[in-house]
């Protein structure tokens, strides 16, 4: 994938097009969350939303390598004027931007901002503030970078099941053998970059009275097992927002989009074919 200069640093940014080409194709363009590549959308979701004919776009945000780690630091504005610049490099929008967890917040914040860029929202794992347990575990992975601690990977690979999937997953022991080896072999050192992305959530964030004004069509996609981001920080922004709509997918913890992405792409799909990007011209 190609390193892009956008918003005066370098994004490693990936397009993919619907069979047939794309020049006519909507926009859609996915947003990870903390500490993971653009890639890991193209699991799923792309070639779910390549069958339906977007064009696909992802990308690595800043703080996560080969795009610019910007390790001294930046701010969710940063981030989401890297975004912005992504929509304009690639026509300028109006395109479907769905953004997960930290991700999600890229997408809201871009959405209140930007709304000429974004003919619709979709946020999984949206929020419009953290709860305690969900700052506890932000500072928690702040002081293993703080401290130069490491955990070991075994160790490492447990815990991340065990926050990240839902109960349903964690009773299937064959599936659990399979997550536990994609954690183990993740690593346990967190980055530079991700300390960067992580110190966004250190003074907590509480954006109840901005959402309120977003007017962009909004789905707000809770997961009913999540231990990171609980369904109901979800569920209160979607109530937040003006017409947002809001869906709770059972059996699914922060990964959902992982665990059932059958279930998580239908709820997007037709969320996305009631307010399809018209591309610009």
Excluded at 24 to 43: I, N
Aim: charged share 20%; proline share 7%; net charge negative.
């Amino acid at each position: 994938m190609p390193l892009v200069p956008l918003n005066g640093i370098r994004i490693e940014v990936d397009v993919a097009e619907p069979p047939g080409g794309g020049a006519d194709a909507p926009l859609a363009v996915l947003v990870m969350g903390t500490g993971s590549r653009g890639r890991v959308w193209r699991l799923h979701q792309v070639p779910a939303l390549l069958a339906a004919g977007y064009r696909v776009a992802t990308f690595d945000n800043r703080g996560i390598a080969p795009s610019d780690e910007c390790v001294d630091g930046f701010t969710m504005d940063d981030l989401v004027a890297d975004t912005a610049a992504l929509v304009e490099h690639l026509g300028g929008g109006p395109a479907a931007v769905v953004g997960t967890s930290l991700g999600a917040r890229i997408t809201q914040e871009l959405a209140l901002a930007r709304p000429d860029l974004v003919a619709c929202a979709v946020a999984l794992a949206g929020h419009a503030r953290f709860d305690p347990a969900g700052r506890a575990f932000s500072a928690g992975e702040r002081a293993l970078y703080d401290t130069g601690t490491v955990l070991p990977p075994v160790y490492r690979a447990a815990v991340a099941a065990h926050l990240n999937l839902s109960p349903a997953t964690l009773r299937d022991e064959l599936a659990v053998r399979d997550w536990l080896d994609l954690f183990e072999m993740s690593g346990s050192a967190i980055t530079a970059g991700v300390r960067a992305q992580l110190a966004l959530s250190e003074k907590g964030v509480d954006r109840r009275e901005a959402y309120a004004a977003i007017t962009v069509p909004l789905l707000v996609v809770g997961f009913a097992d999540d231990r990171l981001i609980a369904p109901q920080l979800a569920a209160e922004l979607a109530r937040i927002v003006p017409g947002a709509r809001h869906v709770e997918l059972a059996d699914c913890g922060h990964l959902g989009y992982l665990e059932r992405p059958d279930a998580v792409n239908a709820v997007i799909l037709d969320f996305l074919a009631a307010n399809r990007p018209v591309p610009a011209r």
